[in-house]
């Protein structure tokens, strides 16, 4: 009859590495760690059996069995250093739920638990982190009042203990978040503390990318494209090293800045560079479908590319609030363009000569009207829109004004000298 559990050592572990499926290398580490022992040896072997573990959990796609080992862990977790026990935690097994798609709730929960745990067993360091990332999550999730109560109490608690590294995850994470909300001037606030904590240390690449990513994606917000292109250039470059896939993101923002400043010709240069083609996808092709769109000033091309690249453009948040920006102007260019040489024209008409859908174009039209885009009304009994004509300035009025006032100036002069004559 075989042991219970097996020895900590390099053989047990090699064991493991030769096992002919997952599941039986998953119950060779489980005997590995259920070993009494506790010298230095065996605690080390322990400590690298639980990454194996985690990473086979994680292929299998068993986040349950992963949450069931962190509990599992805990008396271990009393016998090595808080610092390592924040490595497993974090870059073990929280990492590891973290792969398996589908799982948000349960890395949320997850998280939770163990900040719970951290607190109660006074692991300070452990507890900041594991917040920092359920912020995050929460983040993600769009539970954004409760994420933004967290990070607010935790910032005050880091600055405090001045962990610059983990300051500028905080400060970066809040910069996101009020984003999220639409609150660009803390936005703007929040990554500033993230640079000024960032230039004090070293910051990792990748966390230096993601700094540049949101840099950029502010300045884009505020309509500064060429800004915004530099800070997207900087965090592909980092990105693009380490082969993180956010690389192919900054370079969707970047075609869309070029987009952005009617430069839509330069998109195709840009993909067509090595690293350019190292992304070729639904991304890079949906953005150069809308470059097209732009060079021709084709409408139906650009709601082909919308309706062709609907997870490409419209899902993501930051691409379509500017293509919808970009697509009014277009449109509002088009119809000026097109009503220029009538003074009565049908809706039918326009709606033929720029291909699109009639109410489509009467609901912009009205809108334009509203905004003052060009003087008319819309006759909707005969269907037509009625354009007036541009009423000329008469000089007389403005000239009329100005001698009025000035006339007022000397009879005020006059009275100021006459009380002083008198006076």
């Known amino acids: 009859m075989s042991s219970p559990y097996l020895p900590a050592t390099t053989d047990s572990l090699a064991q493991a590495s030769e096992a002919t499926t997952p599941s039986e290398a998953i ?23 639980i990454f194996n573990l985690s990473d086979l959990l994680s292929q299998e796609k068993r986040a349950e069995d992963l949450q069931k080992l962190l509990v599992q862990l805990r008396p271990f977790f009393s016998l090595i250093p808080k610092a390592k026990t924040a490595k497993i935690v974090n870059k073990g097994i929280v990492d590891a739920v973290a792969k398996i798609p589908g799982t948000s709730d349960l890395q949320i929960t997850l998280c939770k638990e163990i900040v719970q745990w951290a607190r109660s067993e006074k692991r300070t360091f452990l507890r900041q982190r594991v917040e920092a990332k359920l912020a995050a999550l929460l983040m993600e999730s769009k539970e954004y009042s409760e994420a933004l109560t967290l990070l607010s109490g935790l910032i005050k608690e880091v600055r ?14 809040e910069s996101q978040l009020h984003f999220s909300l639409r609150n660009l001037p803390k936005a703007k606030a929040a990554l500033t503390a ?19 990513l949101q840099s950029g994606i502010l300045h884009a917000e505020e309509k500064d494209y060429k800004t915004a ?25 970047m075609l869309l800045c070029k987009i952005m400043v009617s430069q839509a010709d330069n998109v195709a240069g840009i993909i067509s560079t090595k690293v350019g083609l190292k992304y070729q996808g639904p991304e890079v092709d949906a ?21 062709n690249f609907k997870a490409q453009l419209d899902e993501d948040p930051i691409v379509h609030r500017h293509l919808s920006s970009l697509y009014d102007t277009l449109m509002e260019q088009n119809l000026c363009r097109l009503i220029e040489p009538f003074s009565r024209v049908e809706i039918a008409h326009i709606a033929e000569l720029i291909e699109l859908p009639a109410d489509h174009v009467e609901k912009k039209l009205s809108q334009m009207i509203l905004d003052k885009k060009f003087a008319g009304t819309l006759d909707q ?17 403005p000239a009329t004004l100005e001698t009025i006032s000035n006339m007022g100036k000397v009879v005020d002069s006059l009275f100021v000298r006459s009380s002083k004559i008198v006076a």
């Open 27 to 49: 119950s060779i580490l489980y005997r590995i760690l259920e070993n009494p022992s506790s010298s230095s040896e065996a605690l080390r072997i322990k400590e690298q059996a």
């Open 160 to 173: 405090r203990l001045d962990d610059k590294l983990l300051l500028v995850e905080i400060d970066l994470l």
């Open 381 to 397: 009994g005969a269907g037509c829109l009625v354009i007036f004509e541009d009423p000329k300035q008469d000089a007389i009025y």
């Open 287 to 307: 953005m150069k479908a809308v470059a097209d769109a732009h060079s021709k000033r084709s409408l139906k091309l650009f709601e082909t590319a919308l309706r």
């Open 194 to 212: 993230a640079r000024t904590a960032a230039n004090a240390i070293y910051v990792p690449p990748a966390q230096q990318g993601a700094i540049d």
């Open 229 to 253: 292109y530099s800070y997207f250039y900087e965090a592909f470059e980092a990105f693009n090293a380490l082969d993180n896939p956010q690389a192919l993101y900054c370079l969707k923002y």
